[in-house]
């Protein structure tokens, strides 16, 4: 198994910031790709932001210049640093990883997500 485990969500007024972290543990052979989703309620998830292996990044046109993603390779940990907060980006983030068990089978794994709300 491999487990997701997410931190740094809260309530931030308009124009703040968070930080968000996600550690992989468990069975992990290589690291492919993490990256972060959202979903806002009524809404369907969309893709925030990610980063690849070879720390290659790409963003939603929504949160470009605003959000930096990054990585931690050592700690298998992915982080978003999210600035100038706007209300519309309230929503549960989600983490996702994708890689190679010791075993040498791919896997896909999601974390519990953790809530941003921003307040106007």
């Known amino acids: 198994q491999v487990h997701l485990v997410e931190s740094g969500g809260g309530l931030v007024q308009a124009g703040g910031s968070l930080r968000l972290s996600c550690a992989a543990s468990?069975?992990?052979?290589?690291?492919?790709?993490m990256g972060w989703y959202r979903q806002a309620p009524g809404k369907q998830r969309e893709l925030v932001a990610t980063?690849?292996?070879?720390?290659?990044?790409s963003y939603a046109d929504s949160v470009k210049g605003r959000f930096t993603i990054s990585r931690d390779n050592a700690k298998n940990t992915v982080f978003l640093q999210m600035n100038s907060l706007k209300p519309e980006d309230t929503a549960d983030y989600v983490c996702?990883?994708?890689?190679?068990?010791?075993?040498?089978?791919?896997?896909?794994?999601w974390g519990q997500g953790t809530q941003v709300t921003v307040s106007s």
């Open positions: 980063i690849t292996s070879g720390g290659s990044t």
């Open positions: 996702n990883a994708r890689g190679v068990t010791p075993g040498l089978r791919g896997f896909d794994s």
């Open positions: 468990g069975s992990i052979f290589r690291l492919d790709s």
